[in-house]
């Protein structure tokens, strides 16, 4: 199993570029989380999804889009990339349980650098 | 404010020594709470998982400690090596939705 995986692990954008960060994880989870991590800050939820063609909000939803086609694949889009978007994006993955999301697993990370 | 509040923000150990981190919460109701280890340029691991009736649970050299009644958590290091440098990070899980409420991380430096 590789569990997740985050594809790019490294990307530089121009301010203004988009992009689409991949996450792909493999034990058949229905929760699937986008987070930003930054210094001083923790991690950050972004967009969530409870099962394929769902997505909500987190915590920092502006300027990110998500899409579910796929109960494996969650994809996280920057339109246009603003400088405050240079962060560490953690993709995790996890059970839904009764009481409420099991432990979560998460990717390798995707360092973004805005200039 | 933040629902879950870790202290010490960062702290050096010697190798060898024990340390405990201290994780604060606010979230209700409570569901369980975890301890995750992030590797500097990795991901987080989950270390433990702490349900309400649960009061202490251990994994190797940690040990974590949950006093729900003060809605306060421990993790315990014991005989500190260098490949516990590492930022541990106590996350919260609210009941019945999915909501969950993640420290800042306690960043821990063991120096031989």
């Known amino acids: 199993n590789a569990g997740v995986t985050q594809t790019p692990k490294f990307r530089v954008l121009k301010t203004g570029q988009s992009m689409t960060l991949l996450c792909a994880q493999d034990?058949?989870?229905?929760?699937m989380y986008w987070y930003r991590q930054d210094p001083g800050m923790g991690l950050r939820l972004i967009h969530y999804s409870v099962g394929e063609g769902t997505t909500a909000k987190g915590e920092v939803p502006d300027g990110y889009n998500v899409s579910r086609l796929k109960k494996q694949n969650f994809l996280l889009g920057l339109e246009s990339a603003a400088p405050s978007q240079t962060s560490v994006y953690f993709c995790a993955s996890s059970r839904g349980l009764a009481g409420g999301p099991g432990e979560q697993f998460f990717g390798p990370g995707t360092r973004l650098t805005v200039l | 404010k933040n629902q879950v509040e870790q202290s010490p923000q960062s702290l050096i150990i010697l190798e060898g020594k024990n340390c405990t981190l201290q994780?604060?919460?606010?979230?209700?109701?409570?569901?369980?709470l975890r301890w995750y280890k992030q590797d500097t340029g990795r991901g987080p691991v989950s270390l433990t998982i702490?349900?309400?009736?649960?009061n202490t649970k251990s994994n190797g050299r940690y040990t974590a400690t949950l006093d729900a009644d003060t809605k306060q958590s421990s993790l315990h290091i014991t005989a500190s090596q260098l490949s516990d440098s590492a930022s541990y990070i106590c996350?919260?899980?609210?009941?019945?939705?999915?909501?969950?409420?993640f420290g800042k991380g306690n960043q821990v430096v063991v120096i031989p």
């Open positions: 034990m058949n989870h229905e929760y």
């Open positions: 996350v919260v899980s609210e009941y019945g939705n999915n909501r969950l409420a």
């Open positions: 994780c604060n919460y606010t979230v209700s109701p409570f569901s369980n």
């Open positions: 702490m349900t309400f009736s649960e």
